[in-house]
């Protein structure tokens, strides 16, 4: 639905988005994760048609963005980081009008639906600029939903608004990828965690790993972490003994337990077992720590300021 | 289609803006204030002016032309609906071309209203009415004119308040051209600026009674290369 080939945008000197490729197949829902300024915007702006690419280009249904823009624009619903708003449109009106720019002749019954879905319906007579925030929010996703685009492009719809209506917009957002494709950048990773099928992370325009968030916490996990809780022993004596196992790379106390780090692809849990019993002690708890998307991130993105020597 | 489709949207927010009414409602005021003198004069002193609302027209819309474009470009920048309205499938001429036939609808509209004063005036005295007619005409085209140049002042700012005083300026620049030459002593550059002008091309010949086809040209070539350029600004857009 969206193949991106060497997208590039250059700013004078500066490279928003460097050489990006990926694509997103239908029905499913792609995550566009990064820091600010990493280019995620740029990256839609190009999609959608806004600003030309510098360089490479992409296709949308088939339709190269820049040869065929008119045509890509049509497939596309958009809904851009600040929520484009008339204010004195009634909340009806607005929808009806970019569905008709869009290329529907008589809205009527695809706005009602629309309203509906994103529960904003009851408003419909409502001017704009009584919208709250949240409201406002939901109005940019109908606009780009209403002309039932196969491609729908989402710069981070859930920011600022209330912990309920973030969770409402992650649902609408994982509905939305039954029927279309969507690409939807954010900033926050237990987001992109819970709702996409794939995340991409980009950080200076570059994309720096790609995957299913749980392939990717596989991939890039630099080692397994236990919590390790001992009976019977001092601190020190339990900390002693497990820096002793083999494999081991750091213990660090946590609460009334152990955080060990493990070297990838060691499975410790037996000899720990084995030494505790040995030593006398007992052992009171053991269990793995699985290691967020959010360790993932900051790991990869310190990494990659460090390969640049910042 | 595109142009179709922005155009109804300019329409219905003018008809759905307090400030549009005010606007409208101070035209409408004025003049009828101004046609009311005249009557009283034409019942002593001469015969009533049939040009009289479009020559005062003439003048005024150098503060009202302003006030009705100003929104139509700032206001989607700021609001951020531009680039809603760059990434739907129309093309910027569409959008250019739907916004002033808007604004030159809307005003339109305001004008066929000022029409009630020359019934009242056809109504009291013999007038004549093809007189008033070409000069309709010829403000109507001015207005055009004057739109466009408020709509490409509009869509360099995103500020409505910067966009206005601009075009003002510009306006009453144009509009004083008809002066030059009380300023330039050679004839033959006084009367090139003064074809430039905006008066240049109305008080002598529309408002006299007179339709020609220079005059027509002129109004119609400041709204075409004034269309022309606000189109490449606003693609200018997808640069920044
Ligand atoms: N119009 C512009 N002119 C110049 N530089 C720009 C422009 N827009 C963006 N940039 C730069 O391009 C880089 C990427 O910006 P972009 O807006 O794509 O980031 P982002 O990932 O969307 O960040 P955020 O999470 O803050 O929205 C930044 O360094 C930014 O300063
Ligand atoms: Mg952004």
């Not at chain 1, 360089?55 to 624009?73: F, L, N, P, Q």
């Not at chain 2, 009242?120 to 009415?129: C, Q």
Request: hydrophobic share 50%; proline share 4%; with cysteine.
């Amino acid at each position: 639905m969206i193949e991106a080939e060497g997208l590039t945008k250059r700013y004078g000197k500066l490279v928003a988005v460097d050489h990006v490729s990926f694509s997103v197949q239908p029905g499913e829902i792609v995550g566009l994760l990064g820091p600010n300024g990493a280019g995620k915007t740029t990256t839609m702006r190009m999609l959608t048609g806004f600003m030309p690419p510098s360089e490479g280009t992409a296709r949308v249904v088939g339709h190269d963005i820049i040869e065929d823009s008119m045509a890509a624009r049509r497939a596309i619903g958009y809904m851009p980081e600040r929520i484009p708003i008339y204010p004195d449109m009634t909340v009806r009106g607005y929808i009806a009008f970019w569905a008709r720019l869009r290329g529907i002749r008589r809205p009527a019954g695809h706005v009602e639906a629309v309203l509906k879905r994103v529960d904003l319906y009851d408003r419909r007579d409502t001017l704009i600029r009584q919208l709250s925030k949240g409201m406002r929010q939901r109005l940019g996703l109908a606009q780009a939903l209403v002309h039932e685009p196969e491609v729908v492009i989402l710069d981070e719809p859930t920011i600022g608004i209330d912990p309920q209506q973030v969770i409402e917009v992650r649902e609408s957002v994982r509905e939305l990828g039954r029927k279309h494709a969507v690409l939807f950048s954010t900033h926050i990773l237990t987001e992109a965690e819970q709702v996409c099928d794939r995340v991409l992370i980009i950080n200076k325009g570059h994309i720096v790993a790609e995957g299913d968030p749980g392939e990717l916490r596989q991939q890039l996990e630099p080692g397994t972490q236990l919590y390790v809780v001992i009976g019977g022993a001092s601190a020190d004596q339990a900390a002693a003994l497990l820096s002793a196992i083999p494999g081991v790379i750091s213990v660090e106390v946590q609460g009334e337990g152990f955080n060990v780090s493990t070297q990838a692809g060691t499975d410790i849990r037996g000899a720990v077992f084995a030494q505790v019993s040995a030593a006398g002690y007992s052992l009171l708890e053991i269990r793995a720590v699985a290691s967020t998307l959010e360790d993932i991130f900051l790991n990869l993105v310190s990494r990659d300021s460090q390969a640049e020597g910042v | 289609m595109g142009t179709w489709i922005v155009l109804r949207r300019e329409l219905s927010q003018y008809f759905t803006s307090l400030f549009a009414y005010v606007i409208a409602f101070a035209i409408l005021l004025l003049t009828g204030i101004l046609f009311n003198r005249e009557l009283t004069v034409s019942m002593t002193v001469r015969p009533a002016n049939p040009a009289l609302v479009p020559s005062v027209l003439s003048f005024m819309l150098i503060f009202f032309a302003p006030l009705l474009t100003m929104r139509l470009f700032a206001e989607e920048k700021r609001e951020g609906t531009l680039e809603l309205l760059l990434t739907a499938p129309v093309q910027e001429s569409g959008i250019v071309f739907g916004k002033f036939l808007g604004a030159w609808s809307y005003y339109t509209i305001v004008l066929l209203l000022t029409f009630t004063y020359q019934f009242i005036l056809a109504s009291i005295t013999p007038t004549d009415i093809g007189h008033a007619f070409s000069a309709y005409i010829g403000i109507w085209l001015y207005g055009g004119a004057m739109l466009a140049i408020g709509i490409f002042f509009s869509a360099l700012t995103e500020n409505q308040i910067v966009a206005s005083f601009l075009s003002m300026i510009t306006l009453l620049i144009l509009w004083l051209g008809d002066q030059a030459g009380l300023l330039i002593a050679n004839i033959e550059v006084a009367r090139f600026v003064r074809n430039l002008s905006l008066q240049g091309n109305f008080s002598t010949s529309f408002a006299a009674g007179l339709v020609r086809g220079e005059d027509i040209a002129f109004f119609a070539g400041v709204i075409i290369v004034m269309l022309y350029v606000t189109i490449h600004v606003v693609e200018s857009n997808r640069w920044r």
